[in-house]
């Protein structure tokens, strides 16, 4: 009965691991770029009465053994990058990658991240930023007497001057990860590069499997709200049980104390 207890409270803890996971998803359903987390439980170490294979007499070994388990602990908490819906905003600096890859940044203190968040503005010396103040990779500066700027899905950045000549003003790279599932969330939508993750490997847009980029739009969101309503009830009733469990094996425990 005490087993009961401790198995029942692995089984609240792991659970309400499970509702926080869930709340966050929630949280961010409007988060441009945010990727809903994924939850794994593992059972705990099991108590071996008997081994299965054990002797029981002179010539005959038991076919099944004796295992009591110890309940449950959360084994992984990562990041699903299944695509989220396109939200147009028709502007020019919005970049949405359709398929896989990140947009390498830098922040203020030098640090390389990626993010697929793609709502980049000009600051002041023209250069695309997101609005943290994390710098594109490779760097694209805007002229300021540019006319109109134009992102093609390959990646190039072309500006019409005042003269109506064309300027490139750079190509924008894509990186991908062996193990996406592998890095390490930042806040802010951002992403670090782990030895789970593997280095990364940057590319063009549109080759070698990456995505294309549709300026002009943002990735959402691929929280789902109808999956996210129904885990969380399933999470519920499963609290509720093991809530049920520790009760019923305290009241046991307290039946045999009182056994006069």
Do not use: C
Request: hydrophobic share 35%.
């Amino acid at each position: 009965m005490l087993k009961a207890l401790s198995t029942s409270a692995t089984g609240l803890e792991a659970q309400a691991a499970n509702i926080e996971r869930i709340s966050n998803d929630l949280a961010n359903v409007n988060t441009d770029g945010y990727k809903r987390s994924t939850h794994e439980f593992h059972d705990l170490m099991y108590e071996t009465t008997k081994e299965a294979g054990g002797s029981i007499g002179a010539s005959s070994q038991s076919p099944v053994g004796v295992q009591n388990g110890l309940g449950v602990k959360v084994g992984t908490i990562h990041k699903n990058f299944e695509q989220g819906p396109a939200r147009m905003t028709y502007h020019p600096y919005d970049l949405m990658i359709e398929g896989k890859g990140f947009f390498p940044v830098r922040k203020t203190n030098g640090d390389v991240l990626y993010t697929r968040g793609g709502a980049f503005k000009v600051d002041a010396q023209g250069r695309l930023t997101l609005s943290n103040g994390t710098e594109l990779i490779p760097q694209i500066t805007i002229p300021a007497n540019a006319v109109n700027v134009v992102i093609n899905p390959s990646g190039s950045v072309v500006a019409t001057l005042p003269t109506q000549e064309q300027q490139e003003l750079g190509q924008i790279q894509l990186i991908t990860f062996q193990n996406m599932q592998g890095l390490s969330a930042q806040g802010e939508g951002l992403y670090k590069a782990t030895l789970g993750s593997g280095p990364p490997l940057q590319g063009m847009p549109g080759e070698n499997g990456m995505g294309l980029l549709q300026a002009g739009a943002l990735e959402g969101s691929n929280v789902n709200v109808a999956n996210a309503m129904v885990d969380m009830i399933t999470t519920q009733r499963a609290y509720e049980m093991n809530t049920k469990v520790m009760g019923v094996a305290d009241q046991m425990l307290a039946a045999t104390a009182n056994i006069k």
